[in-house]
């Protein structure tokens, strides 16, 4: 069964350029979670989708947005790139949210470097 | 606001050794706690996850304890050998949003 991917592996960008990040869950899995491990910072909750709907945000501006598709697959936008954006995004994804735990399952990763 | 710390932050031991890892979490309403590994530039991969109604877990010359009460978890890696090297992240599930909160993380280096 294939794991959590996650296109492209690396992503070079400007300043005040769009980043798009694409997410695709275990198959069966409707929730989809998304960190950012920059350096120095540690891994942060960014986003949760499931069936289609935000359900939960971290402590990120607005120009960090997505959206999950019907096939729950996921993308993960940042607008006006900053320096500071540089980081390994992460995605992950579970069965249907639940208040009690659902195994999340993290894909390798999309490095984004901003020059 | 959960906050997870882990001790010591980077270690580094002669190949052969037992050695233990310590993570502390200052809310101990947790569901469970995870314990994953990093290699350089990677993705995570899940190594052990104890219930809250759990004590410890083990795989294979890996074992994890839980004291919710204490907000403590120690993960114990038995004769440690140079494949072992990676960043190892403790992570707390409080039910909250679904998210998961990650320690700081601790460097192990295993050498010859």
């Known amino acids: 069964e294939a794991g959590v991917t996650q296109s492209p592996t690396h992503l070079i960008k400007t300043r005040g350029q769009q980043a798009t990040l694409r997410c695709s869950p275990i198959?069966?899995?409707?929730?989809v979670y998304w960190y950012q491990q920059a350096l120095g910072l540690g891994l942060q909750f960014l986003l949760w989708?499931?069936?289609?709907?935000?359900?939960n945000r971290g402590n990120f501006p607005p120009r960090f947005s997505g959206r999950q598709f019907p096939n729950y697959s996921s993308e993960l936008n940042v607008n006006a790139l900053e320096l500071e954006d540089s980081a390994l995004y992460l995605c992950?994804?579970?069965?249907?949210?639940?208040?009690?735990?659902?195994?999340?399952?993290f894909g390798p990763g999309t490095r984004l470097t901003v020059l | 606001k959960q906050e997870v710390t882990q001790i010591p932050a980077a270690l580094s031991v002669p190949e052969g050794e037992n050695l233990v890892l310590n993570c502390s979490f200052t809310?101990?309403?947790?569901?469970?706690l995870q314990w994953f590994r990093q290699d350089p530039g990677k993705g995570l991969t899940s190594l052990l996850l104890?219930?809250?109604?759990?004590r410890e877990q083990t795989s294979g010359r890996l074992n994890a304890s839980l004291d919710k009460s204490s907000g403590r978890s120690t993960l114990y890696i038995a004769a440690s050998q140079p494949g072992d090297s990676a960043t190892y992240l403790c992570?707390?599930?409080?039910?909250?949003?679904?998210?998961?909160?990650f320690g700081t993380g601790t460097q192990l280096k295993v050498e010859l």
């Open positions: 992950a994804s579970s069965l249907e949210g639940a208040r009690t735990y659902n195994e999340q399952f």
């Open positions: 198959s069966g899995h409707t929730s």
């Open positions: 989708y499931d069936e289609g709907e935000e359900r």
């Open positions: 809310d101990s309403a947790i569901y469970n």
């Open positions: 104890i219930q809250s109604s759990q």
């Open positions: 992570a707390v599930f409080t039910g909250g949003g679904n998210k998961l909160t």
